[in-house]
């Protein structure tokens, strides 16, 4: 399992390594992959050229490149799930996170797409199970959009506006306690969640006895 990490690794830092001496070509072709295989996050490049951005035009030239091309490699993945069905990515995503994303989208619809473009949720495998679960391919584009729109958008907004201050905090311990605190109080509830997307699987023991009439 190491050694499979360190291989993954390796190529990721090929991929990004590659791909920062195309600038926004560069860009668009990690989003895509990213959306259709699940390879590289695309943050590992937008972050760095957000830094190095002259203006907002090129930070919003940085974010829509980013956007677009994810949404389009996410179309790619939901063509594969619409034709090859749940067995065949079930191979490479686990059947209890396929699970939880199908009952994602039958709970929350367009929204669940959303949530999964903006949050660590493998957004390759929801767009892989959107497929083999026909979701309507305008509410599911539509979804993608405005939740890739929104997660690169605010790392624009961010990195533009407050990047030294931001790069200035990396180097603080009280900035990684406070960062880290934070994200337990968040990881516990949304981990629940998570779980509990599979029914049955976060509740306590039931009581199965029968009593006679």
Same mark, same amino acid.
């Given at each position: 399992?190491?050694?499979?990490?360190?291989?993954?690794?390796?190529?990721?830092?090929?991929?990004?390594?590659?791909?920062?001496?195309?600038?926004?070509?560069?860009?668009?072709?990690?989003?895509?992959?990213?959306?259709?295989?699940? &390879? %590289?996050?695309?943050? $590992?490049?937008?972050?760095?050229?957000?830094? =190095?951005?002259? !203006?907002?035009?090129?930070? #919003?030239?940085?974010?829509?490149?980013?956007?677009?091309?994810?949404?389009?490699?996410?179309?790619?993945?939901?063509?594969?799930?619409?034709?090859?069905?749940?067995?065949?990515?079930?191979?490479?995503?686990?059947?209890?996170?396929?699970?939880?994303?199908?009952?994602?989208?039958?709970?929350?619809?367009?929204?669940?797409?959303?949530?999964?473009?903006?949050?660590?949720?493998?957004?390759?495998?929801?767009?892989?199970?959107?497929?083999?679960?026909?979701?309507?391919?305008?509410? &599911? %584009?539509?979804?993608? $959009?405005?939740?890739?729109?929104?997660?690169? =958008?605010?790392? !624009?907004?961010?990195?533009? #506006?407050?990047?030294?201050?931001?790069?200035?905090?990396?180097?603080?311990?009280?900035?990684?306690?406070?960062?880290?605190?934070?994200?337990?109080?968040?990881?516990?509830?949304?981990?629940?969640?998570?779980?509990?997307?599979?029914?049955?699987?976060?509740?306590?023991?039931?009581?199965?006895?029968?009593?006679?009439?």
């Amino acid at each position: 399992m190491e050694g499979r990490r360190y291989v993954f690794e390796g190529i990721t830092d090929s991929i990004i390594g590659w791909a920062e001496g195309f600038g926004l070509l560069g860009l668009a072709v990690v989003a895509a992959i990213e959306a259709a295989l699940p &390879f %590289v996050p695309p943050d $590992l490049l937008v972050l760095p050229l957000v830094l =190095g951005a002259q !203006g907002f035009l090129a930070i #919003l030239a940085i974010v829509l490149t980013a956007t677009i091309s994810s949404v389009f490699g996410s179309m790619l993945g939901y063509a594969f799930g619409a034709h090859a069905g749940r067995p065949a990515f079930e191979r490479i995503v686990s059947g209890t996170t396929v699970s939880r994303l199908e009952s994602m989208t039958l709970r929350y619809g367009s929204a669940g797409v959303f949530l999964a473009a903006i949050s660590p949720i493998p957004y390759v495998a929801m767009a892989w199970t959107a497929g083999a679960g026909r979701m309507d391919l305008r509410l &599911f %584009v539509a979804a993608g $959009l405005v939740g890739r729109g929104f997660r690169f =958008g605010m790392e !624009g907004l961010v990195l533009g #506006l407050w990047g030294e201050e931001f790069l200035g905090l990396l180097g603080n311990p009280w900035a990684w306690l406070t960062g880290g605190l934070l994200a337990l109080m968040l990881f516990i509830p949304l981990n629940r969640w998570w779980s509990g997307l599979i029914p049955g699987e976060d509740s306590g023991p039931t009581n199965t006895t029968t009593h006679d009439p």
